[in-house]
């Protein structure tokens, strides 16, 4: 069953562990993706960026197909379907109208008082419907669908300006992470995480998670992170692995095997995913 991010996130807010947001690319990383939270008995965010949606054949698409997949393997722990990095408006209520359960707004380019109009008018249409709404403040670093930014950290008053106008339901505060592969360490700003935390009731979420060091994803947990982004992570594995296989077996050219081959990666590394994490059901 899809849930909305409410009904998983306020719990691990609660009780200071991280829900995995893992963005899914096709059929097999969404079969991967579920069968492994399943046997965990952990509850997940299945991600889907625009040009994720766009390559699957659109949001109506993965809507049914993440359905199917959910009825056909049995799935028994809470589901949702996020929209990520949603551009505009209107790219968000597609989504919404399709089916996902959650959608994040990210209007984090504009002025904040535009960000904030923007992000108000999603929630309003989205919690009609008992959707919701992720958005972002400050700018998080790296390339995320082709758009690379640098990084320029949120302040206090920004993220409680943003929430208590628009009672958006999660925040992604830029306090030092980024998209992609670090080309440093990263510096995750958690003195202001904290205090963030403290002044806001919602959980919040830490984009750019693949390659943060596992002391800083906990640390980051402990002081009020409930939710993390891994996309690059899962695709360096995979990758891997499928390089490894066609390597190993020149003649194979069956599309299910060379896909197939990255399974195991995959699903080790949400393992590890999911320890570091210390998710719950």
Known sequence: MLVNMNE???KAKKEK???PHLNINNLEWSKYILE???????????????SAAKY???FKTITQMIKGLIEDLKITIPVCLHLDHGSNIEVCKKAIDAGFSSVMIDASKHELSENIRMTKEVVEYAHKKGISVEAEVGHIGGSEDNITSTIENATLEECKKLYEQTKVDALAPALG???G???QKPKLD??????INKEIPIPLVLHGGSGIPDDQIKKAISCGIAKINVNTDLQIVWSKAVRKYLNENENIYDP????GSGELSIKQRIDEIVTLFGTKR
């Open 177 to 179: 992470s980024a998209h």
């Open 56 to 58: 699957m054949g659109g």
């Open 256 to 259: 299910r095997k060379i896909i």
């Open 36 to 50: 492994k939270c399943e046997e965990q008995k952990i509850p997940i965010i299945l991600g889907v960026s625009e």
């Open 8 to 10: 998983i996130l306020m």
């Open 181 to 183: 592969i670090y080309k």
């Open 190 to 195: 958690f003195e202001l995480m904290k205090i």
């Open 17 to 19: 562990y991280a829900v």
